[in-house]
């Protein structure tokens, strides 16, 4: 499944810099995006080097996840594609 990067998962004075927000295509709702949870994405770098993560958990109700990944991105990753993988 195709998803797009939208944000670092964060709070008022922090962003969590290996939590990010992904919108997944075809989700629109909160029941579908838990059924994701324990998905692995990956994404690639412009440089070739894949970086892998895991859906935590569902994030608000229209259907976005939040994901962890083993390193941060760099912030041009933002409005970038990733995969979801089974």
Same mark, same amino acid.
């Given at each position: 499944m195709k998803a797009v990067i939208?944000?670092?998962?964060? !709070?008022?004075?922090? &962003?969590r810099t290996h939590h990010y927000v992904?919108?997944?295509e075809g989700? %629109?709702?909160?029941a579908?995006?838990?059924?994701?949870? !324990?998905?692995?994405? %990956?994404?690639?770098s412009p440089a070739g080097k894949l970086i892998k993560g895991?859906?935590?958990?569902a994030h608000g109700n229209k259907g976005a996840v939040?994901?962890?990944l083993e390193k941060g991105l760099p912030g041009q990753a933002l409005g &970038?594609?990733?995969?979801?993988v089974d």
């Open positions: 939208r944000n670092y998962r964060r !709070g008022r004075h922090a &962003q992904l919108v997944v989700v %629109s709702k909160r579908d995006a838990e059924k994701l949870k !324990g998905k692995i994405v %990956s994404w690639k895991k859906v935590a958990a939040r994901v962890i &970038q594609n990733a995969e979801l």
